[in-house]
């Protein structure tokens, strides 16, 4: 029997942050989360990107432009759709999340989910460093054990 399991070490990988800016004081904490994260496991400050996008529509496209790239090894989006503001909370969350899924399929490359689904802004702000921690910090740290679960997995680095 083997196992795999990946180690979230940031050493030499390049990411890059996907950050929608609506709901900016919540998705700025989420951001701050996943640079803190991405930083405590140690990858360089010069190998992380941040890109803004209007709104969490728009992450899937800019995550698909920036994977397409081959810069990264990996990708965190971060983003916050509240119900209480949208009737259509349900299209841009479940479309954001699709879209973000499916580019983590088609690029293989590991997409941390930092998006926040919540009702109301208490919710949000419970999970942008309040009460329930921080997403963003989560997201990244998940897209840097897939990154090196990535590596592992790779043919000829079974041992
Ligand atoms: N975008 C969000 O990221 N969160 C929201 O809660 C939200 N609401 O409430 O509408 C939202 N809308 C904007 C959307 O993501 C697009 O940016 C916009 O429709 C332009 O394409």
Known sequence: MAEFVGSPSGEGRRVVVVASRFNE??????????????VKHGTSFADIDVVWVPGAWELPVAAHWLLATERYDALVAVGAVIRGETSHFDIIAGEAARGLAQVSADSETPVGFGLLTCETDEQAEARA???????????AVAALEMADLRSRLEPGDEG
């Open 129 to 139: 460093g309040g009460e329930h921690g921080n997403k963003g910090w989560d997201a």
């Open 25 to 38: 004081a919540i998705t700025q904490k989420l951001l701050d989360g996943a640079l803190d994260a991405l």
